[in-house]
């Protein structure tokens, strides 16, 4: 297959990154004048692995490891705020491990982000502190075709909704992106490998690394301790398989295009869209989406519905259902007849009991017979919700309302 | 609990046993003036453990073990056949392991089967030779005051529909009532054994057998190479435990009556009744019908349809559906993604398939939509069905019609 229409769409213009680094050097000066400060740029800019017009300036301020981490953070929000308002713009503060400055400068997202000054990768005091030292790994082994390459697949990721180490794809990381192509020299070559992978791949670069379980594992080269791909759950994982086989099969540009927004449920089943109003940073509102979707689907099983898919959006949770409509009577299995204490409390709890093989069942009322009740259920004891959903406003769209109400919004399942 | 007024109501009148006795000494003398052969009562009149009214003359006619088994069937015929017509009776050829003539001599029905004369219970050539050591065996060990516990449990067992160790009941035999009450005594102190048994009981009188693997073993005191309880199934020995446990709690000599006939299904399902309309016997016929039911029980669960109970009964068999309705579509369960040439092949079957944790799977139309679909298919491409049943003419009922066809048959599960 041959990526190079692809590549064309998607490297930076001429000029485009010697313009974000212009930019970031007036802020370095900024800085260093008026705090006596260090810094430097991270991230795709720095590392050129960055998509058209997909720029952010991530900006690193160094500070003394002696510094506690109060003051740091003090600190680095004061610088922060300080270097907008010098360029004139607005920001914001958002949070990570520590809180750090965010806003546009010239068009561009700019963050301002303090950090330790260490010694290496395995002395690090904060997961940032760490950054440098993977910015200085790739620019060391990631050569100018090779970029490309990256892009390629971070492209590809971004297609198929399997970008981003957060709680909205669990997916990929554009370090842990570089590294692959650092180990397999090509996005060609690691599609070739990724078709056969199983369960547990290890790469460790350096070998090094050792006691991991995730289901990709790729030891960070600056620190051994760590997973790269730790966030990539065995979903994202095999869905990645599979998508690098579909490509290779296909050859088809369009699965570099996207992600499509909305969904199409399955006829004949019932769609449910639930929205929760709220406003809570992306990271955390994902995470509960998530937690909260797979416990419906958890209690939709316990109670004998079933269904098609389900995932998570910008705004709530979609599920589209295979069974949502049960008879009034289940059959309700017990314990075996022979152990004696079990069967016994199991009688007395439903008096009409038969038997079939060595179990005792009885015929009862069913709980749910529609999965509406289910959900009103589940939703007003809150079950399964975190701390941020149980503030929102909630509302629950059914089958064409719910179809329109996402026909915008990128579904991760 | 006490019994006795069970056991009166049980226990045969004054002087039925002996008028019995009394028609065999004629057929026994004619037998042995006209042909020269011996003959003997076996059953539960000749141990005396039948229930009131409820008696047949088995009678056994011995032949030298030297003669074949050609010879012996030709003339066991032949015995059976003059005897019969000597008293003036209609009969009719029977097929066990080998044929024998049943009619009704006086009133009573009678069996005429001829065996071969062996030393031991352990040379035998044919099923039946060892009776004769059975009949032995109980007479020897079984006192006048159990044989109205070994009644008792006959009784109980029929009403729970756990009696006969034919395909009908997969239960217990007569002889299997005798031994157990031999073991434990008393009905009384059976029950208070069995509430308590778990699969793998063996109970083994002379400490010979071994290797037996049936919920229930107990050994042929006669022939240790035998289990007794070989045809008590799973389902049988679990319900037989658990109405130990009912009689005992409740004390309900209702526990004792019936078996009642017909079934109310449970409300809000659909309800089918499926008849075959053949003359086969009753043996072949349940036999075929558990097979069939069984086979249907598991396309039921193949295809997404559940019930809550089925069985057999003199004509066909009852289903009684929980979910017999389903959506047209279906998510169908493809091979786990790691496994790729499984994978490869699901999706060539599958253009559009999707992953879920390490699994692909697609939406895909269903077979059956509606169980009736389902059984007419089944029954037009006779899956399931035995060689007899193939013959037979069969008519489908639902819901109202079914349950009226079945109120005066004894269902067995």
């Known amino acids: 297959m041959n990526f190079d229409k692809i590549t064309k769409r998607i490297r930076p213009k001429e000029g485009e990154r010697d313009n974000a680094l212009k930019l970031f050097n007036h802020i370095k000066t900024y800085i260093l004048e008026s ?3 260090e810094s430097i740029i991270v991230g795709s800019v720095a590392k050129d692995t960055f998509l058209k017009e997909d720029m952010d300036l991530d900006i690193f301020v160094f500070f003394d490891p002696s510094l506690p981490k109060e ?9 922060g705020k300080s270097t907008f308002n010098h360029f004139g713009s607005s920001y914001k503060i958002a949070y990570a491990e520590h809180p750090y400055v965010s806003g546009d400068i010239e068009g561009l997202p700019v963050e301002i982000v303090p ?9 690090i005091r904060s997961a940032v ?5 993977h910015l200085e790994y790739v620019m060391e082994h990631l050569n100018d075709s090779q970029r490309d390459d990256v892009r390629l697949l971070k492209k590809f990721l971004k297609a198929q909704k399997l970008y981003g180490a957060d709680s909205r794809a669990n997916g990929f990381s554009g370090y842990l992106c570089e590294l692959l192509i650092i180990k397999y020299n090509s996005f060609a070559n690691l599609l070739a490998h990724a078709i056969q992978w199983e369960r547990g791949v290890i790469i460790d670069m350096n070998g090094n690394g050792k006691g991991f379980e995730d289901p990709l594992v790729v030891v960070d080269p600056v620190d051994p301790t760590r997973n790269v791909a730790s966030a990539v759950s065995l979903s994202t994982f095999s869905r990645f398989i599979e998508a690098a086989r579909t490509v290779s099969e296909t050859k088809d ?8 927004p909305g969904y199409q449920p399955v006829d004949a089943g019932t769609f449910v869209v639930i929205i929760f109003d709220i406003d809570v940073i ?4 994902y995470a509960q989406a998530r937690k909260f979707v797979e416990h419906v689907v958890k209690e939709c099983g316990d109670n004998g519905f079933t269904l098609f898919r389900h995932g998570v959006f910008s705004k709530g949770v979609m599920l589209d259902i295979e069974i949502g409509q049960l008879p009034e009577k289940e059959k309700h299995r017990g314990p075996p007849v022979e152990k004696y204490a079990h069967a016994e409390k199991f009688k007395q709890k439903h008096p009409d009991v038969f038997v079939e093989q060595d179990v005792l069942y009885t015929i009862r009322e069913r709980k ?9 259920d589940i939703i007003v004891s809150q079950r399964g919700l975190g701390s941020s959903l149980k503030r929102a406003s909630i509302r629950i769209l059914k089958d064409q ?11 991760f399942f």
Chains 1, 2 share one sequence.
């Open 368 to 376: 749910y017979v529609s999965i509406d009740d289910l959900i009103n």
């Open 129 to 133: 502190d760490r950054t440098p030292f």
């Open 253 to 260: 540009v369009r699965m570099f295009s996207g992600p499509r």
């Open 115 to 123: 950090c330790y000054k260490v010694a290496s990768g395995r002395h």
């Open 35 to 37: 705090f006596g400060k």
């Open 401 to 411: 309302e719910a179809v329109n109400a996402i026909e915008k919004e990128i579904i």
């Open 71 to 79: 003051l740091l953070e003090r600190e680095g929000l004061r610088i």
């Open 282 to 285: 992306e990271e955390v509102f």
